[in-house]
């Protein structure tokens, strides 16, 4: 059974850097095709597609954040950590990680965390 | 970017009602649509892929159609554990992209 978990502050300032981990089970992320992401959510408004990172450790990053964003994999850990810096309320939202099997399924996130809410204030 | 639009933003609907939810992509997706349901406190699940691919465990009065730039998630009879926030996302082509979702509540 697959599951992933998100966790890391609830808080953070403006202008501080976001650290979450994603911690999986049920997978390996050395698996031909598995790959981890990140998605966000603000209150309110629609489902928001972060970064990506696959097996081979390519990672994909939205266009419009791939300045602010960084991912990496922790195989042995089966973790996968999101930086995210210089924090506005605007990023103020729940963060999901989730599964993706491009072999499978081909790049959809097939299964989610419960996410974790993240407010950006002074 | 590709933009997917759903509409409608909100829906009211009773139960046993048939729902209909239309996402439009800005270019050609293929079939390359999932259907996501949305529900406070819960993980996100996955209903449909590939347009119209049932997910493992997702009632049969959920359905998705669709080619091109224009898809449905029909509901054939509104249960009570289908009012929930529903997205659509194409897969085509990065950035990944979702549609702005469509709540469904009780009339």
């Known amino acids: 059974q697959i599951t992933l978990k998100e966790s890391g502050p609830t808080l953070v300032k403006p202008t501080q850097t976001l650290t979450l981990t994603c911690t999986f089970s049920g997978f390996s992320l050395s698996t031909s095709g598995v790959g981890v992401g990140w998605i966000r959510q603000p209150p309110g408004k629609a489902l928001e597609w972060l970064v990506l990172i696959y097996w081979d450790d390519d990672k994909r990053y939205s266009p419009s954040l791939k300045y602010r964003l960084t991912i990496s994999k922790d195989t042995s850990k089966k973790q996968v950590v999101l930086t995210m810096t210089n924090m506005d309320p605007v990023d103020t939202g729940t963060y999901y990680c989730?599964?993706?099997?491009?072999?499978?399924?081909?790049?959809?996130?097939?299964?989610w965390g419960q996410g974790t809410l993240v407010t950006v204030s002074a | 970017d590709i933009q997917m639009t759903q509409s409608p933003s909100t829906l009211s609907a009773s139960i046993g009602d048939r729902v209909t939810i239309t996402c439009r992509a800005s270019q050609s997706i293929s079939s390359r649509l999932a259907w996501y349901q949305l529900k406070p406190g819960k993980a996100p699940k996955l209903l449909i892929s590939k347009t119209s691919s049932l997910e493992s465990g997702v009632p049969s009065r959920f359905s998705g159609s669709g080619s091109g730039t224009e898809f449905t998630l029909t509901i054939s009879s509104l249960q009570p554990d289908d009012f929930a926030t529903y997205y659509c996302q194409q897969y085509n082509t990065y950035p990944l992209t979702f549609g702005g979702g469509t709540k469904v509540d009780i009339k």
């Open positions: 989730a599964y993706w099997n491009i072999e499978v399924a081909g790049a959809l996130p097939s299964l």
